[in-house]
């Protein structure tokens, strides 16, 4: 059984962020997808036409053709895009809520079972229980850390002309990350209030901030590198695949339509994998989350007393 309640330092939140995937990674991914599997194909559709209709603007555009036609049918259906673009908003949020939320229950379930000897249907009845709840986290957040995070970045952003905000940015976005996902945990697991939810989960990243943060931006560089290198080697390929199309055929725009349909597939994959790999930084925050409970309660020294006492 993976050990959820230990003292961890910076080096054990990465090995063990790994180590809980080698040890029951197979049943957390087995979870993961039949839960989220549909929603997931249902981005995947979505983001491929999206980037179809941008890549159909584009050889439009190459190609000199007129804009009337597309303009007028645009405003034709603006009321249906209206609907659309709302309807992607709330899926969004949908989605940003079963990503962030089936870890959470996962780790949950794995201390109170005390291994993964439980079913997919266990995760889907605590979802279901606590969904109204889920609601209010996620939407209290967009008028909530929005703002903030938007004025922080923008601040850094302007720093960045003294030097200075460069470390900072690179700081910036695994703390907020790990701030918002510790008060996440604090919130769905203890039943705490929004605010309060918010305090403690800022007042435990503070408590061990440089190896939290510093863990959790190691391991969002490694998703970064494994996204990068996987979706930047389709695109040089589709690249010189269409200029070598234009040197052939200058006026056609056939290469362009190759090269969109394969960067649509690539970054739809990339989107998926993106969602995926982001259970590897949920997951070292939840670790996190029961080191610093285990730091503050002594609660797996209590369970070997209580052993002993048994034996």
């Known amino acids: 059984m993976f050990q959820l309640f230990k003292n961890r330092d910076f080096g054990d939140y990465i090995s063990d962020t790994f180590g809980f995937f080698r040890q029951t990674g197979k049943h957390f991914m087995k979870v993961y997808f039949t839960i989220n599997g549909i929603p997931l194909m249902i981005m995947m559709v979505l983001s491929y036409f999206l980037f179809q209709v941008y890549f159909d603007f584009l050889k439009t555009s190459m190609s000199g053709q007129d804009f009337s036609g597309l303009e007028n049918s645009m405003t034709e259906n603006f009321p249906f895009i209206i609907l659309l673009a ?3 908003f709330l899926f969004l949020i949908f989605m940003s809520m079963l990503n962030y939320t089936i870890p959470i229950i996962y780790l949950d379930l794995y201390d109170k079972k005390k291994g993964n000897n439980f079913s997919v249907g266990d995760v889907i009845s605590v979802l279901k229980s606590n969904f109204g709840r889920m609601l209010v986290f996620f939407i209290a957040s967009i008028f909530v850390i929005t703002p903030i995070v938007l004025i922080v970045f923008g601040l850094l952003f302007l720093m960045i002309f003294i030097i200075i905000g460069i ?7 695994p703390t907020v990350f790990s701030w918002v996902t510790l008060s996440y945990y604090e919130y769905f697991n203890y039943k705490k209030g929004y605010f309060e939810a918010l305090a403690d989960g800022f007042s435990k990243m503070k408590s061990q901030y440089f190896p939290i943060v510093g863990s959790l931006m190691v391991i ?18 589709g690249i010189a695949s269409m200029f070598t199309s234009l040197q052939e055929n200058p006026g056609s725009t056939d290469g362009l339509a190759t090269f969109g349909i394969m960067m649509s597939i690539v970054i739809v994959i990339s989107i998926l ?3 995926i790999l982001n259970n590897l930084m949920l997951i070292n925050q939840g670790l996190v ?3 610093r409970r285990e730091n503050d309660e002594n609660i797996n020294a209590q369970d070997s007393i209580d052993l002993i006492g048994r034996e």
């Open 289 to 291: 989350h029961y080191s």
């Open 86 to 88: 709302l309807f992607l």
């Open 273 to 275: 994998m993106s969602y």
């Open 220 to 237: 969002y560089i490694i998703i970064q590198v494994t996204l990068t290198v996987f979706s930047m080697v389709p695109y040089f390929i």
């Open 167 to 173: 470390p900072l940015l690179f700081f910036a976005i």
